[in-house]
């Protein structure tokens, strides 16, 4: 059975970093690719970053981040985390990471292409 559990989340004042860990679980071998994704109240699911599990480590970050957050992986551990710094005011959301295991389509930051979701955890930052 496929697990993501989120931890991390937390309150911080602007500009402030916060970094959020995911830990996943039942994909056996099979690689994946595991996202981040936010989402704010009254707005859409966003895509963040993705990092690609399997032997070649891939990325992909959205635009919009402007290099403030950093996607990275301890396989060891089986643990994506999120790196965010120089936080806003506007990053206060709910931040989930999911899964999305083969075959693979459509765009990596997109959450309808995610099949595993954890539960989320809040992150709020205060001007």
């Known amino acids: 059975q496929v697990q993501l559990v989120e931890s991390g989340g937390g309150s911080v004042q602007s500009g402030g970093s916060l970094r959020l860990s995911c830990a996943y679980s039942?994909?056996?071998?099979?690689?994946?690719?595991i996202g981040w994704f936010r989402q704010a109240p009254g707005k859409e699911r966003e895509g963040l970053a993705t990092?690609?599990?399997?032997?070649?480590?891939?990325?992909y970050y959205a635009a919009s981040l402007k290099g403030r957050f950093t996607i990275s992986q301890e396989k060891a551990k089986n643990t994506v985390y999120l790196q965010m710094n120089s936080l806003k005011p506007e990053d206060t959301a709910m931040y989930y990471c999911?899964?999305?295991?083969?075959?693979?389509?459509?765009?990596?930051?997109?959450?309808?292409?995610?099949?595993?979701w954890g539960q989320g955890t809040q992150v709020t930052v205060s001007s």
């Open positions: 039942g994909f056996g071998q099979a690689p994946a690719y």
């Open positions: 990092i690609y599990t399997g032997g070649s480590t891939s990325t």
């Open positions: 999911a899964a999305d295991p083969p075959p693979y389509s459509g765009s990596r930051l997109s959450a309808q292409e995610y099949d595993y």
